[in-house]
């Protein structure tokens, strides 16, 4: 499986991004897929997921009612529409294949390359 993370930039505080990460490859085997970031020195953390077949999304809290996860089945990519951005949203950001609703990094077997948002004062 290979994942293709593009979208990412720079944006003042209060803008908006949408983050697209576009799978290919042994897809057949996808079931969930998420958006985690890491900013310097911290660990990564998760920041949303949605399943592919039933379309359940979960966030963290840090980004609920500003982000906004969605996928388009038929394209195999999956979207991530951030509003509302903050300071403390800058991060890189990845997308990954997983096999569970688990959140923890550790669970997902196939990332994408990551892509840097920069959130301006």
């Known amino acids: 499986v290979q994942l293709q993370a593009s979208g990412g930039g720079l944006v003042q505080a209060g803008g908006s991004l949408r983050l697209s990460c576009a799978a290919s490859?042994?897809?057949?085997?996808?079931?969930?897929m998420g958006w985690f970031r890491q900013a310097p020195g911290k660990e990564r953390e998760f920041v949303s997921l949605?399943?592919?077949?039933?379309?359940?999304?979960y966030y963290a809290e840090s980004v609920k009612g500003r982000f906004t996860i969605s996928r388009d089945s038929a394209k195999n990519t999956v979207y991530l529409q951030m509003n509302s951005l903050k300071p403390e949203d800058t991060a890189v950001y990845y997308c990954?294949?997983?096999?569970?609703?688990?959140?923890?990094?550790?669970?997902?077997?196939?990332w994408g390359q990551g892509t840097l948002v920069t959130v301006s004062s």
């Open positions: 490859g042994r897809t057949f085997s996808m079931y969930t």
């Open positions: 990954a294949l997983g096999t569970s609703i688990n959140p923890s990094p550790r669970t997902y077997p196939y």
């Open positions: 949605v399943t592919w077949s039933g379309g359940s999304t």
